[in-house]
Nanobody, 126 residues
Framework: QVQLVESGGGLVQPGGSLKLSCTVS????????VGWFRQVPGKGREGVSC????????YYADSVKGRFTISRDDAKNTVYLQMNSLKPEDTAVYYC???????????????????WGQGTQVTVSS
């Protein structure tokens, strides 16, 4: 059974940092890409970052490029999202999911494959 569990959210001041974790079970990070998404009330979920399975190539939405870093620890079955220089507009519920991620004609696409985790709230506020 595929499961994903997010953790690490919280309240942080603008300019601060947080590190999110996504612990997975039921599939191997060697074979499947995992992406981080976020959602604010009234809007759809936005793909933020993704790490591919076999080659661990990483992708980032323009809104977080240079500030967020995705990584994984295969031994711990965990994907991380290090978030630095946080802004109030980063406030959202963050989710992880198995994903497909790629560029097409210069546009980044990140799509969920399968179930969501339960999400973790990130609030950036002074």
């Amino acid at each position: 059974q595929v499961q994903l569990v997010e953790s690490g959210g919280g309240l942080v001041q603008p300019g601060g940092s947080l590190k999110l974790s996504c612990t997975v079970s039921g599939f191997s990070l060697d074979y499947y890409a995992v992406g981080w998404f976020r959602q604010v009330p009234g809007k759809g979920r936005e793909g933020v970052s993704c790490i591919r399975g076999k080659d661990a190539i990483t992708y980032y939405a323009d809104s977080v490029k240079g500030r967020f870093t995705i990584s994984r620890d295969d031994a711990k079955n965990t994907v991380y999202l290090q978030m630095n220089s946080l802004k109030p507009e980063d406030t959202a519920v963050y989710y992880c999911a198995r994903s497909t991620c790629f560029y097409d004609s210069g546009t980044y696409y990140q799509n969920r494959v399968g179930s969501w985790g339960q999400g973790t709230q990130v609030t950036v506020s002074s």
